[in-house]
């Protein structure tokens, strides 16, 4: 099989990592990766905050657990929000698994490609982390309250750019455990007009 495929098709999710920091030249590569994905008009607006301060890691944890304790449920809300809002009541809840490098990738709140752009750039780091062998997981919750006052001022000392909204973020580290097995695909997703 084609190494780039195989790559894509045997990506998963991580969810347990070693607390051993990852290298910086791996980390400078997936950096790298994540500045090569396609923008709107190669803007290459975002910007990638990495964190690997486990003190730091710890106090924004404590912030999204607070900011979930506030969160009101309705019905159609976003049933990850509701599983996180009933996860984040254990004293053991970590949003980010306790992974030993967060990256967040925020983009300017007035743009409107911002999401699309930081998703292609997610997906590249998800994809050299794991040609590397570092373990991966997409992470929402900084997504769903970066404009929660005390999270926010958070992410501000964390040098991210007032004027921009946080898009995404990667949970990376070495992998503890054995990887995920893949779920099926869903049927039906597909529509070949020819």
Sequence with gaps: MNPILENILTRRSVRKYK?????????????????????GGNSQSWHFTVVQ????????????RNAFSNLVIDNTMYRS????????????????YHA???????????????????????????????ALNIGSCWINQLTWFCDDIPVRSMLTSLRIPENH???????????????????????????IVS
């Design 81 to 96: 929000k509701k599983a996180g809002k009933a996860a984040a009541a254990n004293e053991s809840y970590n949003f980010y």
């Design 19 to 39: 607390t051993e920091q990852i290298a910086d030249l791996e980390l400078e590569s997936i950096l790298e990766a994540a500045k090569y994905a396609p923008s």
């Design 53 to 64: 301060n486990t003190d730091k890691l710890e106090e924004l944890n404590q912030w999204v």
């Design 165 to 191: 909204k946080v898009c995404g973020a990667a949970a990376l580290g070495y992998i503890a455990g054995n990887i995920p097995k893949a779920v099926s695909r869903k049927e039906g997703t597909v529509h």
């Design 100 to 130: 030993p490098t967060l990256i967040i990738v925020s983009n300017e709140r007035e743009y409107s490609n911002a999401l699309a752009d930081t998703g292609a750039a997610l997906q590249n780091i998800f994809l050299a982390a794991h």
